[in-house]
């Protein structure tokens, strides 16, 4: 085989190419009503049949797909299905201890919103914790977390109050090789325009985007939606004492600001809109090695012989 005459170091550089997603985690998603197994990879450009090449490109490749790349799996549904399976010991249980002890980033979404938000909130975290006897050498955890425009750490229930937080950093600790945390902040209802990070700029300019018209703007905040430099100061300074708690516990924050719609979907019709979708995609694919090609099915066995 002409892979196997190259020299081990161009072999490497050649499963890296191949191997790694370097424009972002590898995602999934689930596919419904078929809870049990049906998570599949929704990022593409990775070549995971060279796995299958033979028993050594298998040996020598698999750590890099599992170590070197980032995984994100889909938050918990909003449904009772807390004796169900959960997406991240799904993948797991298909990829076998072996590759499992192979992973090192990680990404999860705690849930910040709706009806089961306060009971689910932890499960990811949890379902890893689970799993830290095969999951051994996870250095990097990336966690995502919406914050409404009034959430702060004083607020009690809200999920960046220090008690959550204090949950976060209590679960964290049992994660035996992690070295790193990153907080993927999403402030929603956040988006203060482009005067919000230039208090000297156009004064005049731009809107406090709340989400909401301005007579409930006025009887909820007490405030318009008209651009107030006090205004700006105050959610700059709300911004700030978010990082500033997230910072003080060693994570390192990303913030992003997301405009609130006045139409947003809440989180059931989200989830039967996502069910009607998926049911509907499900149905018309009749063909069963197009699922196998989709699906994340790796061999487990080393690769042919």
């Not at 006025?218 to 430099?229: K, L, P, R, V, Y």
């Not at 708690?245 to 997301?258: A, K, L, P, Q, S």
Request: glycine share 6%; with cysteine.
């Amino acid at each position: 085989m002409e892979l196997m005459s190259t020299a081990t170091e161009i072999r490497l550089a050649i499963y890296e190419k191949l191997l790694i997603q370097h424009d972002g985690p590898i995602s999934f998603r689930l596919h419904y009503p078929d809870f049990r197994s049906e998570l599949t990879k929704t990022t593409s450009g990775l070549c995971p049949a060279l796995l299958r090449v033979s028993k050594q490109v298998y040996a020598e490749a698999i750590s890099i797909l599992y170590s070197k790349n980032r995984f994100r799996f889909p938050e918990s549904p909003l449904v009772d299905n807390r004796t169900g399976p959960h997406p991240i010991a799904v993948f797991l249980d298909e990829i076998g201890p072996h590759n499992a002890s192979l992973l090192r980033h990680v990404c999860v979404t705690l849930l910040g919103e709706g009806w089961l938000a306060k009971e689910l909130q932890f499960r990811e975290l949890d379902v890893l914790r689970v799993h830290t006897d095969v999951c051994i050498a996870i250095t990097t955890l990336e966690l995502t977390l919406t914050v409404e425009l009034f959430d702060l750490p004083e607020t009690p229930g809200s999920p960046v109050s220090r008690v959550s937080l204090d949950t976060v950093s209590k679960r964290l600790k049992e994660f035996p090789s992690l070295q790193r945390v990153r907080i993927d902040l999403r402030l929603l209802g956040w988006d203060m325009g482009s005067d919000a990070d230039d208090e000297e700029g156009d004064r005049d300019g731009g809107v406090v985007s709340l989400g909401h018209d301005e007579e409930q703007q006025e009887q909820m905040h007490g405030f318009d939606g008209e651009t107030d430099i006090t205004l700006l100061r105050q959610l700059k300074a709300r911004r700030e004492a978010l990082i500033k708690e997230m910072d003080g516990r060693g994570w390192v924050t990303n913030v992003t600001e997301v405009p609130s719609m006045d139409d947003t979907w809440d989180d059931t019709e989200s989830w039967e809109l996502g069910y009607h979708d998926d049911f509907m995609y499900e149905r018309d694919q009749d063909d069963d090695s197009l699922w196998r090609h989709m699906r994340w099915d790796y061999a487990d066995d080393g690769g042919p012989a």
